[in-house]
T-cell receptor
């Protein structure tokens, strides 16, 4: 149980275009989803926290107009990287907390590798 | 400033030995601490959680300790195997009124040689 999927697993896009990444909880309802970014050999950095039906809370230094987060249902959150640039190339990972789960349990997705050319 | 640091160097050990990874933090008051395993190109996989009022937790060949005075956690893998080779991440769980956020260390790369 507690499986989180991400789609796509890899994406290559041209500079200036937008790309959408989906995060789904497959067998549970997630009231909260988290989006992280990880550069090579570095830590996972929390970008934003999204609660179903409300606006996402972004971490300091993360541009909310560039990284659009939509948590429209209890099983789906999307991250859209708008006007992507090569410096946005990274590994994007989501995690989800179950509606009836403990606050200290997060289930991680497999990640999405974004390459901007 | 707030910091979380893991073994700065990669750890190379011989199969069968015990691997010990460290996680130190400053200026945080975590409610709990978690350890994850991450393989290249994959998301983190949860291994163990230890709460602030617990000293030690075990799960099969894994053991984690948590010293809130020293602000340190140690993660041990006993009888290590080549399949244990991966990057191990510690993560601080902040108090619940901060949304239960996780703050990750940079990870320690463990290599177990046969």
């Amino acid at each position: 149980g507690a499986v989180v999927s991400q789609h796509p697993s890899r994406v290559i896009c041209k500079s200036g275009t937008s790309v959408k990444i989906e995060c789904r909880s497959l067998d549970f309802q997630a009231t909260t989803m988290f989006w992280y970014r990880q550069f090579p050999k570095q830590s996972l950095m929390l970008m934003a926290t999204s609660n179903e039906g409300s606006k996402a809370t972004y971490e300091q230094g993360v541009e909310k107009d560039k990284f659009l987060i939509n948590h429209a249902s209890l099983t789906l959150s999307t991250l859209t990287v708008t006007s992507a640039h090569p410096e946005d190339s990274s590994f994007y990972i989501c995690s989800a907390r179950a509606r009836d789960g403990s606050l200290d349990e997060q289930y991680f997705g497999p990640g999405t590798r974004l390459t901007v050319t | 400033s707030q910091k979380i640091e893991q073994n700065s160097e990669a750890l190379n050990i011989q199969e069968g030995k015990t691997a010990t990874l460290t996680c130190n933090y400053t200026n945080y008051s975590p409610a709990y601490l978690q350890w994850y395993r991450q393989d290249p190109g994959r998301g983190p996989v949860f291994l163990l959680l230890i709460r602030e009022n617990e000293k030690e937790k075990r799960k099969e060949r894994l053991k984690v300790t948590f010293d809130t005075t020293l602000k340190q956690s140690l993660f041990h893998i006993t009888a290590s195997q080549p399949a244990d080779s991966a990057t191990y991440l510690c993560a601080l769980g902040l108090i619940y009124n901060q949304g239960g956020k996780l703050i990750f260390g940079q990870g320690t790369e463990l290599s177990v040689k046969p």
